[in-house]
């Protein structure tokens, strides 16, 4: 018996859940619930997190969390209960499998099966962003190589245990070539593990725009953080609908589970929702915790009720769908259906103790570290750069020298055009002339420098290389 956390969440949160657990107890899964309060009551009650401290440990005692949509609500500060969950709890891999249900299902796609392996705590979605001048607000995108191995070893891993035959990867390494560059890095060390697995890379807007098009050429996906959320959400809509679509959220001691839509308040209480993501969600949990035997039993069947015509309003289509039903008729249909495997649909037969060799990660030697320039970030009002310039050269030493200014990424000085409209936001490099490194004094006199010359100095950014190698961006058009 398995003690698992429930939250019911807003919206149809409540009814879909009611009809999920339902479904999954009728087949006879082994399972204890503790049921929590998340979501928007907790936040206007004051909690800014929308969740409580006990809740939390109940969360963690129990390591398995179902839970419904919430709604987080507008303004205020109010974080993402979704995002805090994944990092605090350590889920670092969004599973999301998309498979048409052709011809049940309306889709463009009728030999779509695809899984997205989805990168969960890191990239822009760290929500680390600031306002630095009157004109400019920047986030910070963080990739890291611990975030990066595991989320690419999952993706082989969960490729070779459900006999899939290719791992893609979708990256933007041609512009963000640190970031994204160190995640096709790994992918490309990681997939010489796995030789009996095809690999590729595909940029993402080409990748995206073939995946949209043509899907029956993917197999198992795998992609940062914001660009996962994103694909993940058009994989599910282009199979047949967002609302059939659930995820897991793995980590290495808990995991969640939960469908991929939101808490739609405009359907709530009307008895009309669709069950059927969370009900996925929670398919993929019974196939977690080594009650796959159950979890079979709910696909099939909800396959089984499917291709028999009976959908929700999301998905019936005068002439194909034989009846439309509500959320709990559509659950007693699934629960009619129990023991039954549908007959055009494929039926699905899970393997038993699933087990993913996921070792912890192992931190590399360092590398030898180089300090060898600074960008300044400056708040400058005027837009010609060659004033810009006049003025931050009055801080140069005799060994540091200003070697550009870009506004926006783009270099204006030197040399720069005319026709680049720019900012309040300047990036100026200091480098030393002999390319040898500097040290952390040289900044910090170089800080003091600016203070008496009135430069308005919003953020450093000090410049790595790392056994030789520069770990910093040009600017573009240098």
């Not at 209960?81 to 011809?103: D, E, S, W």
């Amino acid at each position: 018996m398995q003690r698992i956390t429930v939250a019911k969440g807003d919206g149809i949160g409540p009814e879909i859940m009611d009809a999920t657990l339902s479904i999954i107890l009728a087949a006879g899964a082994q399972i204890e619930v503790d049921e929590i309060e998340v979501g928007e009551k907790v936040y206007l009650s004051g909690n800014s997190s929308g969740i409580a401290k006990e809740s939390w440990d109940v969360i963690r005692k129990n390591k398995v969390f179902l839970k419904a949509p919430i709604t987080t609500p507008q303004g205020g500060g109010y974080k993402s209960l979704n995002v805090t969950t994944r990092k605090f709890l350590g889920l670092y891999a969004n599973i999301r499998p998309c498979m048409t249900m052709h011809p049940y299902v309306k889709t463009k796609h009728p030999k779509m099966d695809i899984v997205i392996v989805r990168e969960n705590e890191e990239d822009l979605y760290a929500g680390i962003e600031h306002q630095q001048t009157d004109e400019v607000v920047q986030c910070l995108k963080l990739i890291s190589r611990p975030g990066c191995e595991k989320i690419v070893r999952y993706a082989f891993e969960y490729a070779k245990q459900y006999g899939r035959k290719k791992v893609t990867c979708f990256t933007k390494d041609n512009i963000m070539k640190q970031t994204d560059g160190l995640f096709h890095q790994v992918f490309d060390e990681i997939a010489a593990e796995y030789p009996h697995i095809e690999n590729e890379h595909w940029i993402i807007d080409i990748g995206a725009a073939k995946m949209a098009d043509t899907p029956e050429v993917f197999d198992v996906i795998v992609m940062p953080n914001l660009y996962g959320d994103v694909l993940s959400d058009v994989a599910a809509q282009i199979a047949g609908s967002v609302g059939l679509a659930g995820s897991a959220n793995i980590g290495e001691e808990c995991a969640m589970f939960e469908a991929i839509h939101g808490s739609a308040p405009r359907r709530a209480g009307q008895n009309m929702a669709n069950p059927s993501g969370l009900l996925q969600g929670a398919i993929q949990m019974l196939t977690h915790i080594g009650q796959t035997e159950i979890a079979e039993k709910v696909q099939n069947a909800w396959l089984k009720t499917i291709e028999s015509g009976i959908h929700t309003y999301d998905i019936y289509e005068d002439g194909k769908s034989k009846m439309k039903v509500g959320t709990k008729e559509f659950a007693e249909a699934v629960i009619k259906n129990l023991g039954q495997k549908p007959s055009q649909l494929p039926a699905v037969s899970y393997q038993k103790d699933v087990k993913l060799n996921l070792p912890k990660y192992q931190r590399k030697p360092a590398k030898k570290k180089d300090l060898v320039g600074v960008d300044f970030f400056v708040h400058w009002a005027d837009t010609d750069p060659d004033r810009l310039a006049a003025i931050v050269k009055k801080i140069e030493t005799a060994d540091i020298q200003l070697n550009m200014i870009t506004n926006r990424g783009i270099k204006v000085y030197p040399d720069g055009f005319s026709e680049t409209f720019c900012t309040d936001h300047w990036r100026c490099r200091f480098k030393p002339l002999d390319r040898k490194s500097i040290t952390k004094q040289t900044i910090i006199e170089l800080l003091s420098a600016a203070e008496k010359n009135q430069i308005d100095i919003v953020k450093t950014e000090n410049l790595y290389e790392f056994d030789n190698k520069p770990a910093y961006s040009l600017g573009q058009g240098q």
